[in-house]
């Protein structure tokens, strides 16, 4: 018989989700690009970094899955 092996604390905590991790890629990649320090941005940079993630990260991920671009939310759209 197969014993299940219980997840430990640190295990579970140091696990990496594929998806938020290039999330973060993006999001420091937009960073760079438009020259913004999360740090000292003000509120108008951190949204704007935001939304560029957002839209990029979800327009990447609509192609890898082949899901249709039209079912990203544009930029800035409520």
Same mark, same amino acid.
């Given at each position: 018989?197969? %014993? %299940?092996?219980?997840?430990?604390? &640190? *295990?579970?905590?140091?696990? %990496?989700?594929?998806?938020? !991790? =290039?999330?973060? !890629?993006? #999001?420091?990649?937009?960073?760079?690009k438009y020259r913004v320090r999360w740090a000292s941005a003000d509120e108008?940079?951190?949204? #704007?970094?935001e939304e560029v993630t957002r839209v990029?990260?979800?327009? *990447?991920?609509?192609?890898?899955?082949?899901?249709?671009?039209? !079912?990203? =939310?544009?930029? #800035?759209? &409520?």
């Amino acid at each position: 018989m197969e %014993k %299940k092996r219980a997840v430990s604390d &640190a *295990e579970w905590y140091c696990r %990496k989700d594929p998806e938020e !991790e =290039r999330f973060y !890629e993006i #999001f420091f990649q937009m960073c760079r690009k438009y020259r913004v320090r999360w740090a000292s941005a003000d509120e108008k940079e951190r949204q #704007f970094i935001e939304e560029v993630t957002r839209v990029t990260y979800e327009r *990447e991920r609509a192609v890898r899955l082949g899901l249709p671009l039209s !079912e990203v =939310r544009p930029a #800035f759209s &409520a």
